[in-house]
């Protein structure tokens, strides 16, 4: 019986079969390995256009379901939905925690299981998403969160 891909069940579980692996492995890549892997990227980069990605296409939503809602109310309710404590619990829903690479020291103080970790590994794979499939497919991949 064949092992599954742990990056293709992660593309199953998100609605996009990833085409570049090596920058699928970038998005699971923190600095702390990085910095121990010379000539590595790690994720920094990639998770900073998932955060607007994902900032874009939560608060494309929350106007669609509430069009008659202020900023003031509007605002709040992404940050909530953009929390670190959510794309935590994602990612961990995702399976990311065991995919990552670590350096020896992240490894050691439990980094699989750091909120901070986890939720920037989550907006780097969703920064892949987004660069392979565009907006429409980072909309499927937000919206398979279960985030309403």
Do not use: I
Not at 63 to 78: I, K, N, Q, S, Y
Not at 139 to 144: C, D, E, G, L, T
């Amino acid at each position: 019986m064949a092992v599954a891909d742990p990056l293709q069940q992660l593309g199953t579980r998100l609605g996009h079969a990833f085409r570049d692996r090596a920058l699928v492995e970038q998005a699971l890549t923190h600095s702390s390995f990085a910095n121990e892997h010379p000539g590595v990227r790690d994720n920094g980069g990639l998770a900073f256009l998932g955060d607007a990605v994902l900032d874009l296409v939560v608060g494309e939503h929350l106007w669609r379901a509430f069009p008659d809602e202020a900023e003031g109310v509007l605002t709040p309710m992404r940050a909530e939905l953009v929390s670190g404590a959510n794309l935590c619990r994602w990612a961990v829903a995702l399976g990311l925690g065991p995919a990552l690479k670590l350096g020896r020291g992240e490894e050691q103080t439990g980094g699989r299981e750091k909120e901070s970790v986890l939720a920037t590994a989550l907006e780097a794979v969703l920064a892949v998403v987004y660069l392979e499939g565009g907006l429409e497919a980072a909309r499927r991949a937000v919206a398979s969160l279960a985030l309403w």
